[in-house]
């Protein structure tokens, strides 16, 4: 597989904005991984972002991506 | 991504209160970040607020969220 | 959005079966939240209560906010 | 809501086993405060029983529900 | 019930690989536990193991109970 | 079952991009664990690979192996 899936190799942000972007970007970069197809991955992407299930569940990955990132960072508490 | 994602830039609240209304937001924003066409959208809200199967999932998703949220405040105990 | 999420506007309580009791609020709430229409949501409390697929994931969505809950009581141990 | 969520009121159980049970009656409780109807449950039972995808997520309930026992008693490691 | 539930009553493995097996074991019993007839369950294994989206949610079952198992094993990291 | 599970038998990896490659591994372990038959699992990746929902619910189950690598590895802060 030579698609990076860690963008930056590296889980820490300097903020949760930061933090989110990395999330979504982790969670398309496993579908880029599993559909490496151009075409065929901007024909699903028509697809779900249209669909109100799938926009929930894209949420939701992202949403589950993110509270590792969150927690690598100790919530950017410090 | 012009979008932002985190509002405030910060996952520190002042009551749980604050964090749920925060976990509502950052669910949202994901969805706006992926589908960000306003009169779409709102079609689809249509859809996902009068389906039982969508509405439980949205609280799924926000349920997630806040689990970060809540942990990064170390639950509003002190 | 004037729906309170939290009530009492904090995730401690006295003992896990409360703890429960406030999962299922919470869980619930967020429902309000986003379908705030009464009639709307009774009609589709009928649907997902006699449904097999949606009560599973009602159980679902209520197990993660009381793992939130729990986590912030110390799970009830002290 | 009179059913009882949390029998004994605590997540402190002696072993894993005793542990994995009550989570499946924690999530069985969750189903019995949505659909309080016997006949109705046992008819939704028969159904999700028969489901390949409703046992999975059976699976994924308890899993879930097991996973916060399991914290609570610091994995009876001690 | 008397289908034993965690096997060895222990979530403590000697290595990740037994961690892994035994985290498949335990999402299988809770089905066993949920549907205890052996021809039901082969029946419906048979519709599982052939469809797309029932293997997925499959994989998500188990890591959700190595996640558990992991941590109760401080991840084999001492 | 005479499948390796986990790669290396180990969480411990050098970087998060490798954190990431064993997420990928192990998610799919468990679905050919689950549905041995090489060509069989060839006929449903051409299904997943092609369809928004599967796709999406693949890096589900990614995320959630990748956070208990992301633990094990203190989230490579060290």
Same mark, same amino acid.
């Given at each position: ?23 979504? @970007?982790? %969670?398309?970069?496993?579908? @880029? %991984? ?8 901007? @024909?699903?992407?028509?697809?779900y972002a249209n669909d109100a299930s799938d926009l929930i569940q894209v949420g ?10 969150? %927690? ?7």
């Amino acid at each position: 597989m030579d698609i990076t899936l860690v963008p930056g190799n590296s889980l820490i942000t300097a903020t949760p904005e930061d933090g989110r972007h990395l999330a979504i @970007k982790m %969670a398309r970069l496993v579908v @880029k %991984a599993t559909q490496p197809d151009d075409d065929t991955r901007a @024909k699903l992407r028509a697809i779900y972002a249209n669909d109100a299930s799938d926009l929930i569940q894209v949420g939701h990955v992202v949403a589950l991506e993110f509270a590792t990132i969150a %927690a690598a960072n100790n919530y950017w508490r410090d």
